[in-house]
């Protein structure tokens, strides 16, 4: 299914269709402020395991990540984060980034790798965050990538709904996305770290 909801001023019924495709279990693909991004229910975890073989991820090395709404949520899915790494998350967030964070109880068990970290997102893009507020917490989120020689992520969705339809439920098509994905930082140590570089600049609080 292919659903074109605006990027500014997302469609409330469309976004409620999405979660209610969400909590049966679905698969998404929907625009953020980087990159396309494949998600699902944090919680179920049928869903993880179908991203993780498509990603083949093992959920247990891998550094899974999710988008919250707020740096209040995030606090609900991340252990009682530093008060200089939380002045690093405010500075930043919302942001094209993706912080590494010691993962908390509330964190499925499925998203806890060996090192027992979590990626946490907050993007700046209105249709994630209306679809994270109307279902009430976190969904997964990885980037999706192309087999392009040149591009290495989708940039429009109907290429994406094009190689992708029987393998997801939803197809949301907020218009076009980049082609650099966030830049991932390391905060379970004293100093931030940036483990890749993306599309943000990181600024130190």
């Known amino acids: 299914m292919l659903i074109t909801i605006h990027a500014e001023n997302p469609d409330e019924r469309k976004i409620r269709q999405i979660v209610d495709i969400l909590q049966k279990g679905g698969i998404i693909i929907y ?46 899915y991340a252990n009682p984060i530093p008060n200089p790494v939380f002045r690093v998350l405010r500075k930043n967030l919302p942001g094209p980034f993706t912080f590494i964070l010691k993962a908390a109880g509330e964190v499925p068990k499925l998203f806890r790798n060996k090192k027992k970290t979590i990626g946490i997102r907050i993007p700046r893009h209105p249709i994630p965050i209306a679809i994270v507020e109307a279902l009430g917490h976190p969904i997964l989120t990885t980037s999706l990538k192309s087999d392009d020689e040149i591009l290495e992520y989708f940039i429009e969705a109907e290429d994406i709904y094009d190689d992708f339809r029987r393998q997801v439920d939803v197809v949301v098509d907020g218009g076009p996305c980049g082609n650099v994905p966030s830049t991932i930082v390391d905060c379970t140590q004293d100093e931030p770290v940036v483990l890749r570089q993306g599309a943000g600049i990181l600024e130190y609080a």
């Open 31 to 76: 625009p953020t402020d980087t990159v396309y991004g494949l998600g699902c229910d944090i919680r179920n975890q049928e869903a993880v395991e179908k991203i993780c073989r498509m990603r083949h991820l093992d959920p247990r090395d891998a550094m899974l990540a999710m988008i919250c709404k707020d740096l209040s949520q995030v606090s609900e």
